[in-house]
């Protein structure tokens, strides 16, 4: 029997799922599916038939809502089409932090320290330079 890894145990977990002779380990692969679970109800992947916080996202639509979609969406002035959504999100996202970017430079960032990027041992990060195979300033 082939049992599924993918979108269930992710990359970091592999070693304590699978054993060296390619078996997987039922106690750690039980918690992966937990985890892969609670990230799909908390996306809203998957829902919980009466519950509350977990129920199906298509009972949140108003009725109608199929009929009247372009109604509904011209109320909350976005787009139909998912991908002019997100690349207006993605360009809202790129200005801001090309503003923030510049903040940082021009040390106006309104009086609050931004700390650098932490590495080291206590961390578990090394510095970037290192990630990517160079040498680290």
């Not at 129920?55 to 199929?66: A, K, M, S, T, W």
């Not at 040390?107 to 700390?115: C, I, Q, S």
Request: hydrophobic share 35%.
């Amino acid at each position: 029997m082939k049992i599924p890894l993918g979108g269930v145990v992710r990359e970091e977990w592999r070693e304590a799922v699978v054993d060296e002779r390619g078996r997987v380990e039922r106690i750690p692969y039980e918690l992966c599916v937990l985890v892969a679970l609670r990230d799909a109800l908390r996306r809203r992947e998957i829902w919980v038939p009466g519950a509350n916080r977990w129920r199906n996202p298509e009972d949140d639509l108003p009725p109608g809502f199929e009929d009247n979609r372009d109604v509904h969406y011209d109320a909350i002035r976005q787009p139909r089409d998912p991908g002019t959504f997100i690349e207006a999100l993605q360009k809202r996202l790129r200005e801001a932090l090309t503003r923030f970017d510049t903040a940082l430079k021009l040390d106006t960032t309104g009086g609050e320290a931004v700390p650098g990027p932490r590495t080291g041992p206590e961390t578990g990060a090394a510095p970037l330079a290192a990630r990517a195979g160079g040498e680290a300033s």
